[in-house]
């Protein structure tokens, strides 16, 4: 995918899982942005390493493993937050 598409797969992203988890964090639309691509790089890795799938383009298996990865990256992030 190139770089617009990756951008826009992790907006998407990062709004589905800030939607899944919400709460009181800062950032705005460019960390939301941000943890979307994050997310689906850490859920492609993940996926890759246990067999699960990869994300290889704007299907439904592909935006899923970019939410959990982004949900993953949102739950951390909230942690060392408050720390």
Same mark, same amino acid.
């Given at each position: &995918? *190139?770089?617009?598409? =990756?951008? #826009?797969? +992790?907006?998407?992203? +990062? $709004?589905?899982?800030? =939607? #899944?988890?919400?709460?009181?964090? *800062?950032? *705005?639309?460019? &960390? ?5 691509? /994050?997310? /689906? $790089? %850490?859920?492609? =890795? @993940?996926? %890759?390493?246990?067999? $699960? *799938?990869?994300?290889?383009? $704007?299907?439904?298996?592909? &935006?899923?493993? /970019?939410? #959990?990865? /982004?949900? !993953?990256?949102? !739950? @951390?992030?909230? #942690?060392?937050?408050?720390?």
């Amino acid at each position: &995918m *190139g770089y617009l598409s =990756w951008i #826009i797969f +992790g907006l998407i992203a +990062g $709004f589905l899982a800030r =939607w #899944i988890m919400p709460g009181r964090d *800062g950032g *705005g639309l460019i &960390m939301t942005t941000l943890l979307g691509i /994050a997310g /689906a $790089f %850490v859920g492609g =890795w @993940v996926g %890759v390493r246990l067999g $699960f *799938g990869t994300v290889t383009g $704007f299907n439904l298996g592909s &935006m899923l493993t /970019a939410v #959990i990865g /982004a949900l !993953f990256l949102l !739950f @951390v992030y909230r #942690i060392i937050s408050r720390s």
